[in-house]
């Protein structure tokens, strides 16, 4: 079973930076895609980038310019760079990865951009 583990989510304020982590419980290599999605109160799951055999990216245009993907895949690891964050950037972000055709998802972590 795939386990999928988030960290790095808090309060930060306008403008500011966060870098979310997803520490996944075997090598990276071994999924088709890796990404992070978002949820916001009263809105469905979106997107918010992904990673593709471990080199293709895509964003979101909400997020382009201000977010980058990358991985470290000696350490299992998926991160969510976040920069110039906004109040309508706040939400729950999970980590996903595909695997097989099937899709396992993390816990969540909250991020609140607020003054």
């Known amino acids: 079973q795939v386990q999928l583990v988030e960290s790095g989510g808090g309060l930060v304020q306008p403008g500011g930076s966060r870098r979310l982590s997803c520490v996944a419980s075997e090598s990276i290599f071994s999924f088709t895609v890796m990404g992070w999605y978002r949820q916001a109160p009263g809105k469905q799951r979106e997107l918010v980038a992904t990673?593709?055999?471990?080199?293709?990216?895509n964003n979101a245009d909400s997020v382009k310019g201000r977010f980058t993907i990358s991985t470290d895949n000696a350490k299992n690891t998926v991160y969510l760079q976040m920069n110039m964050l906004k109040p309508e950037d706040t939400a729950v972000y999970y980590c996903?990865?595909?695997?097989?055709?099937?899709?396992?998802w993390g816990q969540g972590t909250q991020v609140a951009v607020s003054s």
């Open positions: 990673i593709t055999n471990g080199e293709n990216t």
């Open positions: 996903y990865a595909r695997l097989y055709g099937i899709h396992y």
